[in-house]
């Protein structure tokens, strides 16, 4: 797919205004140049363009927001001035995999003031004898070269570490609701327990209730035998009045 079809599909009917990150990786620049992009985009903070094909940036439209540039595995060798003219703002800016071979290559980036981070991995000039050491000179205003600072400590992956902080977050929540759930279920299990108990006062309520039902037929037995000795005394006493 085309660099500026693609770019269409991506901003999904939203205006180029609205935009803040555009990805177009893997797809295809007409030329080696820069296409579909315009300077509508004047809100874009984060711009991917990797593996598109690219020999050449001076059709870069101008974006003021811009603050980070991945450009890697494409062909840029040159016209990296055009940066510092269109994107002034840039903090991170990747161009590894391109066909950067010299010093002189990247002496045109000395203009973005505001450039910390600088990958050119897998480019030919990381071959040079003293590398980082020259480019660093070069560039003073980068502190990171290739993931790492002059006295090699690794930079810091804002992305990782949004990830730890959700990661952290997320198991805080997870550990919540885990002892919520425990304590539901303590709770089920206590109620539980009180139904048990419950329920067998009820099965000892129940048998002492049919003991009782087992007695009874015996008193009311005896209670009616004592009636009919009763009756049988009554009729003797009225025997007994007649003589």
């Given amino acids: 797919m085309d660099m500026k079809k693609r770019i269409s599909l991506e901003l999904r009917s939203r205006n180029p205004a609205e935009i803040a990150e555009l990805v177009v990786d893997n797809s295809r ?20 363009m990797v593996n598109v094909g690219l020999s050449s940036l001076t059709k870069l439209p101008s974006l003021p927001k811009l603050r980070k540039l991945e450009l890697s595995d494409n062909n840029l060798s040159g016209s990296l001035e055009t940066l510092s003219e269109k994107c002034p703002n840039l903090t991170y800016l990747n161009l590894s995999g391109n066909k950067i071979k010299e010093l002189s290559n990247v002496e045109a980036l000395q203009n973005l003031k505001s ?33 790492f600072d002059q006295e090699d400590n690794e930079a810091p992956d804002s992305e990782a570490e949004d990830e730890d902080e959700d990661g952290e977050d997320g198991a805080g929540q997870t550990g919540d609701y885990d002892d919520d759930d425990d304590e539901e279920e303590d709770e089920d299990g206590s109620e539980g ?34 009636d009919v000795d ?9 025997d007994d009045e007649d003589d």
Avoid: H, M
Wanted: charged letters at 45%.
């Fill in 29 to 48: 620049s007409a030329d080696g140049e820069v296409e579909g992009l315009s300077d509508d985009f004047k809100e874009l903070e984060f711009l991917s």
């Fill in 115 to 147: 450039l910390q981070s600088l990958d050119l991995f897998n480019c030919e000039i990381t071959s040079l004898e003293d590398y980082r050491e020259s480019v660093f000179e070069l560039l003073p205003q980068v502190t990171y070269l290739d993931g």
């Fill in 193 to 226: 327990g009180e139904v048990g108990l419950s329920f067998q006062e009820d099965e000892e309520d129940y048998a002492e209730e049919e003991e009782e039902e087992e007695d009874q037929p015996g008193v009311q037995g005896q209670k009616r035998k004592r």
């Fill in 230 to 238: 009763d009756e049988g005394e009554e009729e003797d006493d009225d």
